[in-house]
């Protein structure tokens, strides 16, 4: 817990998470560092989502360290989390399909735009502004993904490529720090992966972290400064993409099944 | 006489209306069909009627402290009976069934405090001021009533379409987690909502004392059946079907008891319901049945 000035965005160490008696995560360790893009890959039910979830407080860790920005998440409620500076997209597409999409990036900005229900009752130029203001971000956001001029349109009627980006500007609209993808291109078509892997690069170039758990390894071997490999609960392995694919154990337990 | 009919039914169906709104407003946001919103609203009533008889408080100053008193209930509930809950993941059914149980508890506690015979508002609190607009006879209590119901609906829309709030609330409506995770304080909101629908369903416990001037603990369970069949026929969870569907109600209990049957209005009424219901299975404005947990 004496972290004295972390260069690191996240840190995780020693974490283990068992469910009754089933070890699902043992004594990981990696360290995000800021303004980059890390991922973390592995087969399917090697632990990957749990780390997100333990990282966003919607499970907490049996044993170890997760801290950000050199402050500890354990025990933070997820919104609690979200405020520190963490946001997330989901490998189900989570977005409000009944809202419109300045609707859906504007829920995102709950954390900075609280001027108290009734404020719209009372009419005050301080909450007209607000809510102005919140407007443009909302827009300026939609229009990183390239998403403004659907701004209006209801969130069920768009791609699911479309759908994604705008989970995208959604997290970004809680202004994080760091943005954690949950598997960001599963079940897309290769031109849509393309698109998307410019977007991530994009939204890195601005200053956010990104780290994601991704499936698809040219994607994330094409995309990522650093890579983690997860296997059955543990780290198997850690490093640039050219150190991971060349390791032994990683071709092992993963990029040889992953062959096809 | 239609037209004195149709004030009455305009009357009775805004307060069911109001009434289904607080209903439907917990079952779209924390996922919980409350079963004690019918108590709920008794107690809104018995709150009033104390406040007038007892403290002699003018008949606004009561309708806003059975509001209170109702609202706090609610919050009650939500802290010490469905929080718990929903901290250990109960199945759909157990809270349902723990409000069943609010509502009897509340229920017994009026009639032990209040006794189980009919109260009645003082005369003298009434809304004075009738008139006849052509052959209808317009009770100001009428009147009030309505715009009251109206008010409350329109700021409940304003406030849901309009601010961070309502944009807050129906992100939950939609995906709690995902609200969760976009920083949205959703166990403050859960409270926030149980608040404001045990409020709406207080008083309209009030406007119905008022109209039919008679109270008793039991009022709450015809209510309850109403504000059920309102949802359903409105759509679970929709506000606009909350209020056309209570506006339906009111119409059609009204027409049938005074152009058919006056034992029969109820079922007349609930008949319909049922019609309707065979065309449109998920109600007017009923979304697909879907929910991400």
């Known amino acids: 817990m004496n972290a004295p000035q972390q260069p690191n965005l996240l840190s995780i160490r020693n974490v283990g998470k068992h469910f009754g008696g089933l070890h699902v995560l043992q004594d990981v360790s990696f360290e995000v560092p800021a303004g980059s893009i890390y991922g973390l890959i592995g087969p399917n039910g090697a632990g990957k989502t749990t780390v997100f979830n333990l990282i966003t407080g919607l499970l907490t860790p049996s044993a170890g360290h997760i801290d950000f920005q050199g402050q500890s998440l354990i025990g933070l409620e997820p919104h609690r989390i979200t405020h520190q500076g963490i946001a997330r997209t989901f490998q189900n597409?989570?977005?409000?399909?009944?809202?419109?999409?300045?609707?859906?990036?504007?829920?995102?900005?709950?954390?900075?735009?609280?001027?108290?229900?009734?404020?719209?009752?009372?009419?005050?130029?301080?909450?007209?502004?607000?809510?102005?203001?919140?407007?443009?971000?909302?827009?300026?956001?939609?229009?990183?993904?390239?998403?403004?001029?659907?701004?209006?349109?209801?969130?069920?009627?768009?791609?699911?490529?479309?759908?994604?980006?705008?989970?995208?500007?959604?997290?970004?609209?809680?202004?994080p720090k760091l943005l954690l993808l949950d598997e960001p291109v599963a079940g897309m078509n290769p031109s849509e992966k393309t698109i998307l892997m410019e977007e991530i690069n994009n939204i890195r170039n601005r200053?956010?972290?990104?780290?994601?758990?991704?499936?698809?390894?040219?994607?994330?071997?094409?995309?990522?400064?650093?890579?983690?490999?997860?296997?059955?609960?543990?780290?198997?392995?850690?490093?640039?993409?050219?150190?991971?694919?060349?390791?032994?154990?990683?071709?092992?337990?993963?990029?040889?099944?992953?062959?096809? | 006489m239609l037209e004195q009919q149709l004030l009455n039914a305009l009357t009775l169906g805004s307060v069911y209306a109001l009434f289904a709104l607080g209903f439907t407003l917990v079952f779209g946001v924390l996922a919980?069909?409350?079963?004690?919103?019918?108590?709920?609203?008794?107690?809104?009533?018995?709150?009033?009627?104390?406040?007038?008889?007892?403290?002699?408080?003018?008949?606004?100053?009561?309708?806003?402290?059975?509001?209170?008193?109702?609202?706090?209930?609610?919050?009650?509930?939500?802290?010490?009976?469905?929080?718990?809950?929903r901290a250990r993941n109960a199945p759909h059914l157990i809270p349902m069934i723990a409000t069943i149980g609010v509502g009897i508890m509340l229920t017994s506690a009026a009639q032990g405090i209040f006794g189980a015979e009919v109260l009645r508002f003082p005369e003298e609190i009434m809304p004075m001021g009738d008139f006849m607009v052509g052959e209808v006879h317009v009770r100001a209590l009428e009147i009030a009533i309505v715009a009251i119901a109206f008010v409350l609906m329109a700021v409940l829309f304003t406030l849901?379409?309009?601010?961070?709030?309502?944009?807050?609330?129906?992100?939950?409506?939609?995906?709690?987690?995902?609200?969760?995770?976009?920083?949205?304080?959703?166990?403050?909101?859960?409270?926030?909502?149980?608040?404001?629908?045990?409020?709406?369903?207080?008083?309209?416990?009030?406007?119905?004392?008022?109209?039919?001037?008679?109270?008793?603990?039991?009022?709450?369970?015809p209510m309850l059946h109403k504000g059920i069949?309102?949802?359903?026929?409105?759509?679970?969870?929709?506000?606009?079907?909350?209020?056309?569907?209570?506006?339906?109600?009111?119409?059609?209990?009204?027409?049938?008891?005074?152009?058919?049957?006056?034992?029969?209005?109820?079922?007349?009424?609930?008949?319909l319901l049922f019609l309707i219901l065979l065309v449109r299975p998920s109600g007017l404005f009923g979304r697909k049945l879907e929910r991400k947990a």
């Open chain 1, 93 to 175: 597409i989570r977005i409000f399909k009944e809202m419109d999409l300045l609707e859906n990036v504007m829920v995102g900005m709950h954390d900075h735009l609280n001027y108290g229900g009734f404020g719209i009752f009372l009419n005050s130029p301080a909450c007209r502004a607000a809510e102005k203001k919140a407007r443009e971000r909302a827009l300026e956001l939609l229009s990183w993904v390239g998403l403004d001029h659907k701004a209006d349109m209801l969130a069920d009627n768009l791609s699911y490529g479309d759908q994604r980006k705008l989970e995208f500007a959604r997290a970004l609209a809680t202004e």
């Open chain 2, 160 to 221: 849901l379409k309009r601010t961070q709030l309502g944009r807050a609330l129906r992100a939950i409506a939609e995906s709690p987690k995902a609200a969760y995770l976009l920083g949205i304080n959703v166990e403050g909101l859960f409270h926030i909502t149980s608040f404001a629908a045990a409020a709406l369903g207080g008083i309209a416990g009030v406007l119905i004392g008022l109209n039919f001037n008679a109270i008793t603990p039991f009022m709450g369970q």
């Open chain 1, 207 to 260: 200053g956010y972290g990104v780290f994601m758990i991704e499936h698809d390894m040219r994607f994330v071997m094409g995309l990522c400064d650093r890579i983690a490999v997860l296997n059955f609960g543990r780290i198997i392995a850690e490093g640039t993409p050219d150190e991971v694919r060349n390791n032994p154990d990683v071709i092992e337990a993963y990029l040889g099944k992953e062959d096809e």
């Open chain 2, 32 to 85: 919980v069909i409350n079963l004690s919103h019918g108590a709920v609203f008794m107690v809104g009533s018995y709150a009033a009627l104390a406040m007038v008889s007892h403290l002699n408080a003018p008949l606004w100053v009561a309708m806003i402290g059975a509001m209170v008193v109702s609202g706090t209930i609610g919050l009650l509930v939500d802290v010490l009976v469905l929080k718990p809950l």
């Open chain 2, 229 to 271: 069949a309102v949802i359903i026929l409105g759509g679970m969870g929709d506000i606009r079907g909350a209020l056309i569907g209570g506006l339906f109600l009111g119409f059609a209990e009204v027409i049938s008891k005074a152009y058919l049957s006056s034992q029969m209005g109820d079922a007349v009424a609930f008949g």
